[in-house]
């Protein structure tokens, strides 16, 4: 049944595809007989953009979400394209205070788009993320993004060393996350442009990206874990910026 362009299924996703990139959407699946009103919503505003909309079987709609629940709704998205670097450099360029996600390797689709969902809600500039040994931005990602990846500025890179150091030229302070620093990320001035990166799941960051970082910062936990999910500790993260932000206003 697909093209060749992706498909996104659940009902948020595909609601939040048909509000912020409809004109990415191509075409939309309802799963005939079903009895969710959002459902009956969806349909409504695809064809209200004169997208077309097709009555299936749940055998169907379970062929093209595949491991995603779809919960009688999916589209076929062309989605928007993520920035390249020179487009990354004219974005902060205009953006005099600049708060940049940097993710270094996160590879589980839920992950990166719980990642998504709190650099949405933090109000941050772009994510960036190198384009090889790193999730994309899937089907998966869409629909626990809750949308976040049909909002915000996406990079993908293909040398995140080179992308820091030009970040570091505009003007950009580097910190990165590692629980074994000294200092504590509650003590370092987040107010002006600057960019948090976060590692992996498995390894953290990479050598060459920690050498790139202006300084390292930690976040303290006096409780018995060790360390937090990568999507959590960039939440923390960011809402610490958000909050000095507020008060530098």
């Known amino acids: 049944m697909s093209t060749g362009s992706p498909w996104i299924a659940g009902i948020n996703a595909v609601a939040s595809a048909l509000e912020h990139d409809a004109e990415h959407v191509k075409e939309v699946l309802i799963e005939a007989g079903g009895r969710n009103p959002r459902l009956t919503e969806i349909e409504q ?10 009555r299936v079987n ?14 009688g709704a999916a589209a076929r998205y062309a989605g928007a394209p993520t920035l390249d670097e020179a487009q990354l450099a004219a974005l902060i360029e205009g953006a005099e ?56 500025p996406i990079a993908q890179v293909t040398n995140l060393a080179r992308t820091l150091r030009k970040l570091r030229d505009q003007g950009v302070w580097i910190y990165g996350l590692d629980g074994s620093a000294g200092t504590p990320i509650y003590d370092t001035d987040l107010s002006g442009r600057v ?6 799941e498995a390894e953290g960051m990479r050598r060459l990206t920690r050498e790139h970082c202006d300084g390292l910062v930690s976040i303290p936990m006096p409780g018995e874990i060790e360390s937090l999910n990568v999507s959590v500790a ?12 507020r008060g530098s206003a």
């Open 45 to 54: 505003t695809a064809r209200a953009k004169e997208i077309p909309v097709r």
């Open 58 to 71: 749940e055998q169907a709609l379970s062929g093209v979400a595949g491991k995603v629940r779809h919960q």
């Open 97 to 152: 205070r600049a708060l940049v996600l940097v993710l270094d390797g996160v590879q589980d689709p839920h992950n990166f788009g719980a990642c998504l969902r709190s650099a949405a809600a933090a109000g941050v500039t772009v994510v960036v993320v190198p384009r090889d040994r790193a999730a994309g931005v899937t089907a998966t990602v869409r629909k626990t993004s809750a949308g976040a990846a049909d909002r915000l």
């Open 195 to 200: 960019a948090l990166v976060v590692g992996g």
């Open 234 to 245: 960039a939440g923390v993260a960011l809402f610490e910026a958000v909050r000095q932000r």
